[in-house]
C-alpha cells in the first residue's frame, strides 16, 4: 500500500487505560503506523505515554464552541470528524478512527487498503439480515454503520464528507433516535447518498462487538483469535466494564461470559490488558 | 426489451387513476415495457379491473401469508407499503429477468432507458432522497427519520443475493410497516438501510433525473433533465399545494409549477375526483361496521396474540373490541392490555397443549414410520421367499418330471 497511513483515538483522562490499550495493541500488529490519541479531558504528562497526545484546543474553535454544549460523552463523539481532519492535515493520506474500548488484534492494513480507492470506510452493525427482527429494529434506531471504526481518504470527497459530518455533529450529537439522532453515528447513514466513492467493510473479524457476536463464530488458538475461521483484526468492547467481567456490555445484558463461548477469552484477555494498563474503575 | 424487464406499482383503488397516468406516461416512453399494477384493495364493484390498460394482480397474488391479518393490522398506506418487496418478488416469479417498481403518484418524463439497464445489471437498485447535503439540519434528520433511500422507486434483478434481500424484506414489512418514527419505522422505507450492508452488488442511483421530488428539487434545477418525477404528498384536489408532507414548500418555489399543474389535470382527467371517495375495502368488519384506527395499532402490537383472532374481521373481534371499550374511541390502554394478557395466557396454554400433542404426534409417527419400515422388510423378505420356494417348487416339478 503506497502513501502514509494513521490511526487516532478519543479518550478523557479517566479512561486512559482503554486508550493505552488500543494504542499498543495497535502497535503489536503494526510498526511505524502512527497513533494518536485526543484528550478530549483532563491533562496527563503526555512524555509517557505510547501515543502522540492531541489537545482539543490544537482542533481550532470548532471544539471548544463544543465542549460548553455537551456532556462529556457527547463531547468525545462529536470531536471525531475534528480529529480525523486534524490527523489527515498533518499530512497522511488516511486515516482510520478506533473508539477508545477496543482492542487491535490483527493486521487493520486491509481496512487501510480499502481507502486507496473509497473516500470513506465504515463497518455496518450487521452484515446479513437476522432471524428475528427485534435487534435489527434496534439498530435502525442508532444507525446501521458502527461508529467504532471510521476511515477516511485525504481525497477531495473524503475531506467534503469529514467537513459536512464535523458540521453536523457540532450541534447535533445527541441521544434522540425519535428525531432521527444518535450521537455522531445516525448521520453515517447518510454516507450511503453523499459518499460515492463509500467501502463497505464486510471482514467479519473487523468491528466485532455485542451487536454481532450471537452472528460470529469466535474461536482461539493460542495467541490466534479467529472470527469465521478468518484473523480477528478489531474486537470492541463497547458497554464492557472491567469490574463487572461476568458481563459483556451494559448494552445487552443476557450476553454473559457463560454464553459468549470462546468470545469469553478475548474479554478476559481485554480485562488484563486494561488492568495493566492501570485500569481504575 | 422483451418482457425480460417489466414495472409495476401498488395502489388501493381510491388511488387507480395515479397509475393510469403513470402507466401512460410509461407507455408514451417505454411501449414495450410490461407494466402490472397490484391492488391492494378490492373492487367492491366500483371499477371492472379487466377494463384497465394494464394487468390488475390482486391482493391474494402477491403470496402475502395470513391475507386477513395483513389487511387488519395495517391502515391503506402501511399495506400499500408493506406489499412492494411481494409485487417485486411475484413479478420475477412470472419469469421477469428484473424489475422495477414505481411509485403511482410518480410520471415519466423521458427515457428510462439507463435506469432500466442499471436495473437489469443489479441485484439491487435504489435511489437515495437526496445525493448531497444542502438542504440543512433539519430536512436531513428528517429523512434520516424516514430512511436514506426513497421507496419509490426498486429495482430488482433476478438473483440469489436479490431473492435473500426480497425474502427479508417481505419479512420485515409483513409485519414492521407501520408509520412509527419512535420505533425506528417509516412504512416499508427504514429497512432499506440496511440495503448497503446486506446487499454487496447495491447499485446507489445517483443521476439526478430519476425519482425528482420536493426534498431534492433543491439540488435539481434543470427541469429538462428530469425523467421520473415523483409528485409525493401532492393532492390534485389541492393543486396549489406542493405536498401534505411539507406544508411550508411553496409552488412558485419549485420551478415545475407547470408541471404540477398539468399533472393535477391527468389525475383528475383519469377519474380522482370520483375515485377518492371510494371506500377501502379493509376498512370495515365483516359485518360493514367501522374498524376504528385505535384498534388497528393495537392490533398490530399484539405480535402473536393476534393468532387468536383466526378472522379478525369477524364478530368475535368486533364484540372484544367492543367490550373493552376501543368502538366508542375508549383507548384504555390498560384495559386493552389487561385484554391482551389473558388472551396471551390463553394462546400460551394453547401453545403448550400443541407443543405437547406434536411432541405425541412426533413419537406415533416416529413409532409407525418404524413398523412401516418393518412390514416393508417383511413384505420384501416374504417375497424372497416367496421366490425361493417358488424355484424350489419348480426344480422339484422338473426332477420329479425327469424322474
Not at chain 1, 459518499?195 to 495467541?223: F, M, Y
Not at chain 2, 376504528?292 to 398490530?300: E, N, Q, S
Not at chain 2, 393476534?306 to 373493552?324: N, Q, S, V
Not at chain 2, 376501543?326 to 386493552?336: F, K, L, Q, T
Amino acid at each position: 500500500m503506497g502513501g502514509k497511513w494513521a490511526v487516532c483515538t478519543i479518550a478523557a483522562k479517566r479512561h486512559l487505560s482503554l486508550g493505552r490499550v488500543v494504542c499498543s495493541s495497535f502497535q503489536r500488529h503494526h510498526s511505524g503506523v502512527p497513533f494518536f490519541l485526543l484528550l478530549c479531558e483532563g491533562r496527563i504528562e503526555a512524555g509517557n505515554e505510547p501515543f502522540r497526545v492531541v489537545w482539543p484546543d490544537e482542533l481550532g474553535t470548532g471544539a471548544e464552541a463544543m465542549r460548553s454544549r455537551y456532556n462529556e460523552q457527547e463531547y468525545s463523539y462529536a470531536l471525531t470528524p475534528l480529529l480525523m481532519e486534524w490527523v489527515l492535515r498533518q499530512g497522511f493520506d488516511r486515516v482510520l478512527f478506533i473508539k477508545q474500548e477496543s482492542m487491535v488484534t490483527g493486521d487493520l492494513t486491509p481496512v487501510a487498503a480499502l481507502l486507496e480507492t473509497a473516500s470513506v470506510a465504515l463497518t455496518p452493525h450487521l452484515l446479513r439480515p437476522l432471524t428475528a427482527a427485534a435487534r435489527e429494529r434496534e439498530i435502525l434506531r442508532c444507525g446501521t454503520y458502527n461508529g467504532g471504526l471510521v476511515g477516511c481518504a485525504n481525497t477531495e470527497e473524503g475531506g467534503r464528507f469529514l467537513q459536512w459530518w464535523a458540521a453536523r455533529v457540532a450541534t447535533h450529537c445527541r441521544y434522540d433516535p425519535a428525531a432521527g439522532m444518535h450521537f455522531e453515528q445516525r448521520w453515517l447513514d447518510l454516507a450511503a447518498a453523499y459518499v460515492e466513492r463509500l467501502a463497505v467493510v464486510r471482514d467479519p473479524g473487523v468491528n466485532v462487538g455485542h451487536w454481532n457476536l450471537p452472528e460470529r463464530a469466535v474461536t482461539v488458538e493460542g495467541e490466534r483469535i479467529l472470527v469465521d475461521g478468518g484473523p480477528c483484526r478489531l474486537f470492541r468492547f463497547s458497554g464492557y466494564d472491567a469490574d463487572r467481567p461476568e458481563g459483556a456490555t451494559r448494552y445487552f445484558a443476557r450476553l454473559t461470559m457463560e454464553n459468549l463461548g470462546a468470545a469469553a477469552v478475548v474479554f478476559a484477555r481485554y480485562r488484563e490488558e486494561l488492568l495493566r494498563a492501570g485500569w481504575t474503575a | 426489451m422483451d418482457g425480460m424487464t417489466a414495472a409495476g406499482t401498488i395502489v388501493a383503488k381510491n388511488y387507480l387513476p395515479f397509475a393510469r397516468v403513470l402507466g401512460e406516461s410509461l407507455r408514451r416512453w417505454h411501449p414495450e415495457l410490461p407494466f402490472y399494477v397490484a391492488l391492494v384493495d378490492e373492487p367492491e364493484g366500483l371499477f371492472d379491473p379487466s377494463g384497465e390498460a394494464f394487468p390488475v394482480l390482486a391482493l391474494a397474488e402477491l403470496g402475502i401469508p395470513r391475507l386477513a391479518d395483513f389487511c387488519f393490522r395495517y391502515t391503506r398506506r402501511e399495506a400499500v407499503s408493506a406489499a412492494k418487496p411481494y409485487l417485486l418478488r411475484r413479478m420475477l416469479d412470472m419469469g421477469h429477468e428484473s424489475v422495477l417498481f414505481l411509485d403511482a403518484d410518480m410520471e415519466v418524463l423521458g427515457d428510462l432507458g439507463p435506469l432500466l439497464e442499471r436495473v437489469a445489471g443489479r441485484p439491487l437498485t435504489l435511489t437515495p432522497h437526496t445525493l448531497g447535503p444542502g438542504m440543512g439540519v433539519d430536512a436531513e434528520l428528517n429523512v434520516l427519520q424516514c430512511g436514506v433511500f426513497n421507496g419509490g422507486v426498486a429495482g430488482a434483478r433476478e438473483t440469489e443475493e436479490t431473492r435473500g434481500f426480497l425474502d427479508w424484506w417481505a419479512a420485515r414489512t409483513r409485519e414492521y410497516c407501520r408509520y412509527s418514527i419512535e420505533d425506528g419505522m417509516h412504512l416499508d422505507q427504514r429497512w432499506l438501510d440496511y440495503a448497503p450492508s446486506f446487499v454487496p452488488g447495491l447499485a446507489v442511483e445517483r443521476d439526478p433525473a430519476y425519482n425528482v421530488a420536493y426534498w431534492n428539487l433543491y439540488e435539481r434545477p434543470d427541469a429538462g433533465r428530469w425523467r421520473l418525477f415523483h409528485y409525493s404528498g401532492f393532492d390534485p384536489m389541492e393543486p396549489g399545494r406542493v405536498s401534505r408532507y411539507w406544508p411550508s414548500m411553496q409552488m412558485e418555489n419549485t420551478g415545475a409549477a407547470e408541471l404540477f399543474a398539468r399533472y393535477a389535470e391527468r389525475v383528475l382527467a383519469a377519474g380522482y375526483a370520483e375515485t377518492r371517495t371510494w371506500p377501502y375495502a379493509f376498512d370495515r368488519f365483516a359485518n360493514g361496521e367501522a374498524i376504528p384506527m385505535a384498534l388497528r395499532a393495537l392490533y398490530g402490537r399484539l405480535g402473536r396474540v393476534a393468532a387468536y383472532f383466526t378472522d379478525p374481521f369477524g364478530d368475535e373481534m368486533r364484540a372484544w373490541a367492543a367490550e373493552t371499550g376501543v368502538m366508542d374511541g375508549d383507548r384504555d390502554a390498560a384495559m386493552w392490555r389487561r385484554a391482551a394478557e389473558e388472551r396471551l395466557v390463553k394462546l400460551q396454554e394453547a401453545n403448550v397443549l400443541l407443543a405437547e400433542q406434536q411432541a405425541e404426534l412426533d413419537t406415533l409417527r416416529n413409532a409407525l414410520n418404524g413398523e412401516r419400515e418393518r412390514a416393508t422388510w417383511l413384505e420384501g423378505r416374504a417375497a424372497m421367499f416367496e421366490r425361493a420356494a417358488a424355484e424350489r417348487l419348480a426344480l422339484l416339478e422338473r426332477s420329479a418330471g425327469r424322474g
